[in-house]
């Protein structure tokens, strides 16, 4: 208990509550994020998951509601920043359901965009860059480093100079992962990473958020409707339903909740009124 | 043969110019998808600045040729590139988000009070300029006919070149290149990876006005008059270009440009100089029903 007190969660959420004219998204929701944890959220389509990654990332501003990062002994309250703040310097990197590659450059340019900052910090605004300056040289070597090291962990090595629309749908999601990676993230936030991968891809997307969790110290927070994905690999699971949290805790925990059977399988009538 | 030859040298040095100042409108449409109709005034400005620049040198004494033009090219272009960025901060930055026609009228507007501006600052007669390079090469001589490439023309056509291959170095390789072409596929997710959008689109207009600079002072030297409203024609002709070659395409832009110099000078050598800005506005309208999406254009596919 006292080690809780004096180590602060990674994401604190409290309160959030999100309301779009007479619809409330997301009611008076509150949970916490870890370092090194794989913090799922999950619920029945249109629960408000998206919406709470929505408000993390900066793209809705909440109604009501605190959300706390911390990071290297800096709070950042995430609901008072900008979408590009919140990259920056919170280090929230995030991924959609729908790919947003940017398909037209090449898989590794995608993974240098990623590192724009450094780089950019490093080329003067390109005109160390335009001139071949050795420390942007230097700057530019590491990134490619950086890229070279997650193009290898999600196999997509032989594949750094083709255009990233061209890879299939499986291999569009790994370097989507890898390319926040490259933003050097303290949290990852990950919509359906798995939605659309047959199983073999799945199990490898597992080994693959269970290494980033463990060797790079981040704390990932997921959207999944894969079960199989959430009970294998999270360390805790948190249940929406209709904006609303049910269930908060193990996979296990969470599995075998009354209230999130109901969720997902209805209630059953007759034992109600068998009551 | 010997005229031909002549009018292609002609089509060239004025498709350069044109191809410098389409670059600009390209680029804008590329990362924001309006058309920045101020542009053109902007390449005015550029012609108007290197102007000043060149009586400002050589009241100091400074004759010496390529140093004057040297200093002409860097004001005009530091100078240029100030406007370029004042005009998006002011016009079209808050209008970010707005819908899509509010900064195309604020577009317009800035177009008329630059005109305006100019013509208050700097009087709404015509500026002349003695040439200050002149001679050349002849080429082919034949029945009194000489084919000349003056030394002012191989300035223009060599210093367009340079500046393609060193733009399109910076696009392709750098990282500002890197993070235009990322906002162009996709602001906000550029932004969530720690792009500064803003910035990279300021940055954007100011490499396109100090194209426009250069473009404007290769005008003032080749043509040697000039005035506040310049930019409106030498604007729309190389919009044209650009959307000839394909908006929103690099390349397509250098193509439409030197295309857009070749008709006009070929159409002016062959058949009227009167109707000259009526061939190239015809292939405009020509383009625009039968390729819309420009030589080098990508058309727009949609994923179903």
């Given at each position: 208990m006292t080690q809780r007190q004096t180590q602060k969660p990674l994401l604190n959420v409290e309160h959030l509550t999100m309301r779009f004219g007479g619809l409330t998204?997301?009611?008076d929701l509150s949970f916490q994020a870890e370092s090194r944890q794989i913090t799922a959220i999950i619920g029945p389509n249109g629960a408000g998951k998206t919406t709470v990654f929505n408000c993390i990332t900066g793209f809705y501003k909440p109604t009501v509601g605190m959300l706390t990062l911390h990071r290297q002994d800096n709070d950042y309250l995430l609901e008072r920043m900008e979408g590009f703040d919140i990259a920056r310097h919170a280090g929230v990197a995030r991924t959609f359901q729908n790919i947003r590659l940017f398909?037209?450059?090449?898989v590794l340019e995608n993974l240098l965009v990623a590192q724009h900052r450094t780089l950019m910090r490093a080329s003067k605004f390109s005109f160390a860059g335009l001139f071949g300056l050795p420390s942007f040289k230097a700057a530019e070597r590491e990134a490619v480093e950086l890229a070279r090291y997650w193009l290898e962990r999600v196999k997509l090595i032989n594949r750094a100079d083709d255009d990233a629309g061209d890879l299939p749908y499986g291999d569009q999601r790994r370097l989507e992962i890898a390319r926040a990676m490259c933003t050097r993230p303290a949290m990852l936030c990950l919509d359906?990473?798995?939605?659309?991968?047959n199983p073999r891809e799945s199990a490898e997307l597992n080994k693959l958020l269970l290494g980033i969790r463990d060797e790079h110290g981040i704390g990932v927070l997921l959207i999944e409707h894969d079960m199989s994905v959430v009970m294998e690999i999270s360390n805790h699971v948190i249940v929406l339903d209709y904006g609303r949290k049910i269930s908060d805790g193990t996979p296990d925990a969470v599995r075998n909740d009354p209230a999130v059977i109901r969720a997902y399988l209805g209630e059953d009538e007759d034992a109600e009124v068998a009551l | 043969m010997e005229y031909f030859a002549q009018q292609l040298i002609n089509g060239l040095t004025l498709g350069s110019i044109y191809g410098l100042i389409a670059i600009g409108y390209t680029m804008v449409y590329g990362i924001i998808g309006m058309i920045n109709f101020a542009h053109g005034e902007v390449f005015m400005i550029g012609a108007f600045v290197a102007l000043i620049a060149f009586l400002a040198v050589t009241a100091t004494g400074i004759a010496f040729v390529p140093l004057l033009l040297l200093i002409m090219l860097a004001t005009s272009m530091l100078f240029t590139a100030a406007y370029g960025w004042t005009v998006e901060r002011l016009a079209y930055r808050p209008l970010r988000g707005s819908f899509r026609l509010a900064p195309l009228i604020s577009a317009i507007g800035m177009s008329i009070f630059l005109q305006n501006y100019v013509q208050l600052l700097q009087g709404a007669r015509v500026k002349t300029l003695q040439p200050i390079i002149s001679g050349g090469v002849v080429l082919m001589e034949k029945d009194g006919f000489t084919v000349v490439l003056s030394y002012m023309q191989m300035l223009i056509v060599g210093l367009t070149l340079a500046l393609m291959v060193a733009f399109w170095f910076m696009i392709e390789r750098s990282s500002f290149g890197r993070s235009q072409r990322a906002c162009e596929q996709d602001r906000k997710m550029a932004g969530l990876l720690g792009v500064d959008v803003d910035r990279t689109i300021s940055l954007t207009f100011v490499t396109g006005a100090g194209l426009a600079a250069i473009a404007g002072m290769m005008f003032l030297l080749y043509y040697g008059v000039i005035d506040f409203?310049?930019?409106f024609l030498a604007g729309l002709k190389a919009f044209t270009a650009a959307v000839l070659g394909g908006i929103g395409s690099l390349p397509g832009a250098m193509l439409g440009g030197l295309l857009i110099g070749l008709i006009e000078a070929f159409w002016a050598g062959y058949f009227t100089t009167e109707y000259k800005d009526v061939a190239a506005f015809s292939i405009l309208v020509l383009v625009l029903i039968f390729r819309p999406t420009g030589l080098l254009g990508r058309p727009e596919v949609e994923k179903v």
């Open positions: 998204a997301i009611d398909q037209r450059m090449s359906e990473p798995a939605a659309g991968l | 409203f310049i930019g």
